[in-house]
């Protein structure tokens, strides 16, 4: 009886699976840990420049900062009662 050897055993196969398996999963890992560094850069980068522009807008306005048209005033913090009013010494 003649033996036929030609392919690959049904170990041989499972093994290399298993190794490409290991080998997209630190991919993967390494891929999004990439990803959420460049995230965090941009982040960086972004606050960075928000704090360069509220510093140039002081500059050129005599130290104030630009304030919201809504944002609350001194006189409705100190009207609002409770312990927001020991705070502020102009209550």
Known sequence: MKS?????TL???????S???????LVLVSY??????????SRRSDL???RNGLQNYAVS???????????YDAVSF???GGELENYLSTC
């Open 4 to 8: 036929n050897t030609k392919g690959f």
């Open 11 to 17: 170990i041989e196969l499972l093994v290399v699976i």
């Open 19 to 25: 190794i490409i398996g290991v080998l997209a999963t």
């Open 32 to 41: 999004t840990h990439a990803q959420k560094q460049a995230r965090d850069a």
């Open 48 to 50: 960075i420049q928000y």
């Open 61 to 71: 306005y005599g130290g104030k900062y630009p304030v919201h048209p809504e944002a």
């Open 78 to 80: 100190c009207n609002a």
